[in-house]
T-cell receptor, first 113, second 116 residues
């Protein structure tokens, strides 16, 4: 089955700095790559996604890049703010049989004021 | 729009007891999912419904877990009997239709289960 590796597991940055989280996957047929933000005591919330026919997508301070050849994609947060502190999960949509989202193990981001 | 509703928010039970979780998806969402999230890990799919039919339950431990979605709206997930390793947050999610690449998942806030 699909294997999703996410790094780093924890990330601490100063307010205003950039943060980058990377994920790799194993199934070259996968074609949809969402990122979720999970705050304490809440469910994951979709913040940005990208499809395999696009190399980069940006939404204000958040961007995602995809390298299909290398099978990795990254989340970039610029001008970080304390409210960006949360756990971030990447996910990959598998294509074998029924579609299924496989999640990475998460990155705990702390933005220090 | 109202989000995915789950109850209870917390549950503490002893091993070998039974427990049930309830989920009400976003109105009009045909697809409903139950995920298990163990502390420090990402969510893992347990079961997926399309209306009231099961699409995928390959990762559901069927000897102790069961789920139903009567009338294609609300859903319940049951564990009987519970084991210590079932301690986790159980997340319900829904999407407008089956093709997730075109219909993002919306998660509820989950039920945190502690088995002692």
């Amino acid at each position: 089955g699909e294997n999703v590796e996410q790094h780093p597991s924890t990330l601490s940055v100063q307010e205003g700095d950039s943060a980058v989280i990377k994920c790799t996957y194993s199934d070259s047929a996968s074609n949809y790559f969402p990122w979720y933000k999970q705050e304490l005591g809440k469910g994951p919330q979709l913040i940005i996604d990208i499809r395999s026919n696009v190399g980069e997508k940006k939404d204000q301070r958040i961007a995602v890049t995809l390298n299909k050849t290398a099978k990795h994609f990254s989340l970039h947060i610029t001008e970080t703010q304390p409210e960006d502190s949360a756990v971030y999960f990447c996910a990959v949509l598998t294509q074998g049989g029924s579609e299924k989202l496989v999640f990475g193990k998460g990155t705990k981001l702390t933005v220090n004021p | 729009e109202a989000g995915v509703a789950q109850s209870p928010r917390y549950k503490i039970i002893e091993k070998r007891q039974s427990v049930a979780f309830w989920c009400n998806p976003i109105s009009g969402h045909a697809t409903l999912y139950w995920y298990q999230q163990i502390l420090g890990q990402g969510p893992k799919l347990l079961i997926q419904f399309q209306n009231n039919g099961v699409v995928d339950d390959s990762q559901l431990p069927k000897d102790r877990f069961s789920a139903e979605r009567l009338k294609g709206v609300d859903s319940t997930l049951k564990i009987q009997p519970a084991k210590l390793e079932d301690s986790a947050v159980y997340l319900c999610a829904s999407s407008l239709w089956l093709r997730q690449g075109n219909s993002p998942l919306h998660f509820g806030n989950g039920t945190r289960l502690t088995v002692t």
